[in-house]
């Protein structure tokens, strides 16, 4: 079983959609987590980091459910500049990163 | 803003031959990456420095080494290429703890 699993996608909306991804984790001594965003054959950045108690960045919303081990990004009103690829990382203490194999969205007119 | 800056941005190599990829960070990061992305799949670590003089092996260490040069430069060698090595390699940095890591733009490597 891989250390982090995501939803494999694709997954193609229409624009205006509601989408949302889950990415699962084995590993209970984790302690950060980040939804990443890579585009084609670009380096992957920053979209947010994931907070126990939920947070939200305008159209985006990651939560954290540390007793089942997943976590969650919300898109509200898909623009077609949000098709990408989403990654899923955890980190633990010792620094290192594991990402999942990344979900990719198309939004469409 | 330079951020992670990667060196070289595409390479082709022949089977056997060697080459250094470098890596230099300026936002004082103690912790350096190494990874690889194949097509349709994530990014599995090659290597780690969690400190200047230190490293420790990721989840694919096979056929490479890296050397931490000082805090700011991680550079990551290929000895003998293979066609399997073929993907492309990103260099990230992060601060010490729960923090973000940032990306160079990648090296984009074909082994023939």
């Known amino acids: 079983r891989k250390e982090v699993e995501q939803d494999p996608g694709p997954f193609n909306v229409p624009e205006g959609a509601t989408v949302a991804f889950n990415c699962t984790y084995s590993?209970?001594?984790?302690?950060?987590f980040f939804w990443y965003r890579q585009d084609c054959r670009k380096e992957p950045k920053l979209l947010m980091s994931?907070?126990?108690s939920g947070n939200e960045d305008g159209r985006f919303t990651a939560q954290l459910n540390r007793a089942s081990q997943y976590i969650s990004l919300l898109i509200r009103d898909s623009k077609l500049s949000d098709s990408a690829t989403y990654l899923c990382?955890?980190?633990?203490?010792?620094?290192?990163?594991?990402f999942g194999d990344g979900t990719t969205l198309t939004v469409k007119p | 803003n330079a951020g992670v800056t990667q060196t070289p941005k595409f390479q082709v190599l022949k089977t056997g031959q060697s080459m250094t990829l470098q890596c230099a960070q300026d936002?004082?990061?103690?912790?350096m990456y190494w990874y690889r992305q194949d097509p349709g799949m994530g990014l599995r670590l090659i290597y780690y420095?969690?400190?200047?003089?230190?490293?420790d092996k990721g989840e694919v260490p096979n056929g490479y080494n890296v050397s931490r040069l000082n805090k700011r430069e991680f550079s990551l060698r290929l000895e003998s290429a293979a066609p399997s090595q073929t993907s492309v390699y990103f260099c990230?940095?992060?601060?010490?703890?729960?923090?973000?890591?940032?990306f160079g733009q990648g090296t984009r490597l074909t082994v023939v």
């Open positions: 990230a940095s992060s601060s010490t703890g729960n923090t973000e890591a940032f």
């Open positions: 590993n209970s001594a984790s302690q950060s």
């Open positions: 994931v907070y126990s």
């Open positions: 990382v955890v980190k633990r203490q010792a620094g290192k990163s594991t």
């Open positions: 936002m004082n990061h103690n912790s």
């Open positions: 420095s969690a400190s200047e003089g230190t490293t």
